[in-house]
């Protein structure tokens, strides 16, 4: 029984880690670089130690510097939040050859679903349908070339020990496939340590559908229903909504029950999500399997009133579940965008200083958020600002609520892709929940100059 969390992160989650922790009564440690000393989560925790200078290299991936950070704190346990080291089964074998408890899934599990052909092969005995693909690594070219003529195309060339786009690259023509090879495996290699590619075939037009598990390690494992994540640029997710407008209750029902059978062949625990891609025809397949807290967790905390970052630690301490399948209810609709500090025609990132910060409020809004007015935005991490999140009885209303919330939504001083998500909820095809993963280009593409 732990009583005080390392958090191995920064940003809007590191502070969500807190105020979880907090409630049930543990103490906290913050880390930060030194271009982080000022940022909230530092202010907020009970206890703040400096891990090294800005590159996140020396710092939140400096695992040295973590543990002495835990050593010296008197730390028992470490929570290590979602990038950086959360899926990392080396890092938490530390953590846990230390003495500390580790809040996650085990090591050998993270292990398992970090490769993606690993993963692949055991969800597939488990039963979930795959994609046609290369059922295990592409060792080189020449093998690559013969498995895409008899699958035909397209393909997607994707890394092994991948994750977020990269090591990831469409193949249309089979003439481009040597190039992309050579393209996605030096990415994968620089992004992962990792070069090794796999091949499957490529779905114009899909969405993006991935369900929440929670299990305890006593075996007892459930859903919490799924998450709608087809707005995304460069495989980057930029809005969430749950329930997925593209599911009826009979394939929510079968989806749900399939990803609990195939994690408990596992013998997963924790919080956990399965990414599945669904085509046109309502067929889904299995994509991957993320063992970590994801950015978008608190759509389904408002649909179903489970506070995720509360259960994952109190399941690392041990407790039950608690809760049946049966117990599970869904309500209502929400909606959350990711808010960052980027163009929101280039994309490009906007480092600075905010001058002027006025988050919106009222009734089913939420905003989860580590920025305040004269805090200055770093290029050296990721650019999310925040999450606004909106829950309504019903997706049009949350719209409504959506629209009204981003209107009120004042960040000044650097660029945020607030714009862009105005502009989505002008699209017809997001109003009418009838859109797919190509949907972040349809709406830039009259914004777009052309020539």
Same mark, same amino acid.
């Given at each position: 029984?732990?009583?005080k969390?390392?958090?191995?992160?920064?940003?809007?989650i590191?502070?969500?880690?807190?105020?979880?922790?907090r409630e049930?009564?543990?103490?906290?440690?913050?880390?930060?670089?030194?271009?982080?000393?000022?940022?909230?989560?530092?202010?907020?925790?009970?206890?703040?130690?400096?891990?090294?200078?800005?590159?996140?290299?020396d710092?939140?991936?400096?695992?040295p510097?973590?543990?002495?950070?835990?050593?010296?704190?008197?730390?028992?346990?470490?929570?290590?939040?979602?990038?950086?080291?959360?899926?990392?089964?080396?890092?938490?074998?530390?953590?846990?050859?230390?003495?500390?408890?580790?809040?996650?899934?085990?090591?050998?599990?993270?292990?398992?679903m970090?490769?993606k052909?690993?993963?692949?092969?055991a969800?597939q005995?488990a039963?979930?349908p795959?994609?046609?693909?290369?059922?295990?690594?592409?060792?080189?070219?020449?093998?690559?070339?013969?498995?895409?003529?008899?699958?035909?195309?397209?393909?997607?060339?994707?890394?092994?020990?991948?994750?977020?786009?990269?090591?990831?690259? @469409?193949?249309?023509e089979?003439?481009?496939?040597?190039?992309?090879?050579?393209?996605?495996?030096?990415?994968?290699?620089?992004?992962?340590?990792?070069?090794?590619?796999?091949?499957?075939?490529?779905?114009?037009?899909?969405?993006?559908?991935?369900?929440?598990?929670?299990?305890?390690?006593?075996?007892?494992?459930i859903h919490?229903?799924?998450?709608?994540?087809?707005?995304?640029?460069?495989? +980057?997710?930029?809005?969430?909504?749950?329930p997925s407008?593209?599911?009826?209750?009979?394939?929510?029902?079968?989806?749900?029950?399939? !990803?609990?059978?195939?994690?408990?062949?596992?013998?997963?625990?924790?919080?956990?999500?399965?990414?599945?891609?669904?085509?046109?025809?309502?067929?889904?397949?299995?994509?991957?399997?993320?063992?970590r807290?994801?950015?978008?967790?608190?759509?389904?905390?408002?649909?179903?009133?489970?506070?995720?970052?509360?259960?994952?630690?109190?399941?690392?301490?041990?407790?039950?579940?608690?809760?049946? +399948?049966?117990?599970?209810?869904?309500?209502?609709?929400? @909606?959350?965008?990711?808010?960052?500090?980027?163009?929101?025609? !280039?994309?490009?990132?906007?480092?600075?200083?905010?001058?002027?910060?006025?988050?919106?409020?009222g009734?089913?809004?939420?905003?989860?958020?580590?920025?305040?007015?004269?805090?200055r935005?770093?290029?050296?991490?990721?650019?999310?600002?925040?999450?606004?999140?909106?829950?309504?009885?019903?997706?049009?209303?949350?719209?409504?609520?959506?629209?009204?919330?981003?209107?009120?939504?004042? @960040?000044?001083?650097?660029?945020?892709?607030?714009?862009?998500?105005?502009?989505?909820?002008?699209?017809?095809?997001?109003?009418?929940?009838?859109?797919?993963?190509?949907?972040?280009?349809?709406?830039?593409?009259?914004?777009?100059?052309?020539?």
């Amino acid at each position: 029984m732990f009583k005080k969390i390392l958090i191995a992160n920064r940003g809007e989650i590191a502070l969500r880690i807190v105020r979880a922790a907090r409630e049930l009564g543990l103490a906290t440690v913050a880390v930060h670089s030194t271009a982080d000393a000022e940022a909230p989560h530092v202010r907020f925790a009970d206890e703040s130690i400096c891990i090294g200078p800005p590159a996140a290299a020396d710092s939140y991936l400096n695992v040295p510097a973590l543990m002495s950070a835990a050593e010296i704190t008197g730390a028992d346990a470490v929570h290590p939040g979602y990038g950086f080291l959360s899926e990392n089964a080396e890092f938490a074998e530390v953590v846990s050859s230390c003495g500390l408890c580790w809040i996650g899934p085990p090591p050998e599990i993270i292990r398992l679903m970090g490769n993606k052909v690993r993963a692949r092969e055991a969800m597939q005995a488990a039963g979930l349908p795959l994609l046609p693909g290369s059922g295990g690594p592409v060792h080189d070219i020449d093998e690559a070339v013969a498995l895409a003529e008899t699958l035909g195309g397209p393909l997607i060339l994707k890394a092994s020990a991948g994750g977020g786009g990269r090591g990831m690259k @469409i193949v249309r023509e089979l003439d481009q496939l040597p190039k992309l090879f050579a393209t996605a495996a030096a990415e994968a290699q620089a992004a992962f340590g990792n070069g090794e590619l796999y091949l499957e075939r490529y779905l114009d037009g899909p969405r993006h559908i991935e369900f929440q598990v929670l299990g305890d390690s006593q075996g007892h494992l459930i859903h919490l229903g799924e998450r709608e994540c087809s707005v995304q640029r460069r495989h +980057q997710k930029l809005v969430e909504e749950a329930p997925s407008p593209a599911l009826s209750p009979a394939l929510r029902a079968e989806m749900g029950e399939r !990803t609990v059978e195939a994690l408990r062949s596992v013998g997963y625990s924790s919080v956990g999500t399965v990414e599945y891609l669904l085509d046109r025809e309502g067929r889904y397949y299995f994509m991957e399997t993320n063992t970590r807290i994801q950015v978008e967790h608190p759509v389904t905390e408002m649909i179903t009133g489970i506070d995720l970052v509360r259960e994952q630690i109190r399941l690392a301490r041990g407790e039950a579940l608690g809760r049946r +399948q049966e117990d599970i209810t869904f309500r209502g609709h929400a @909606i959350e965008v990711r808010v960052n500090a980027e163009s929101p025609r !280039t994309w490009a990132p906007s480092p600075g200083v905010i001058r002027g910060y006025h988050p919106p409020g009222g009734f089913g809004v939420r905003v989860d958020a580590a920025i305040y007015e004269q805090y200055r935005v770093v290029p050296f991490y990721d650019s999310l600002l925040a999450k606004l999140v909106v829950y309504a009885e019903s997706r049009p209303v949350a719209l409504r609520r959506l629209e009204r919330a981003l209107n009120e939504f004042v @960040i000044e001083g650097i660029e945020t892709n607030l714009p862009f998500h105005q502009w989505l909820l002008e699209h017809p095809g997001f109003a009418e929940g009838r859109y797919d993963t190509g949907v972040v280009e349809e709406v830039l593409a009259p914004l777009t100059p052309s020539g």
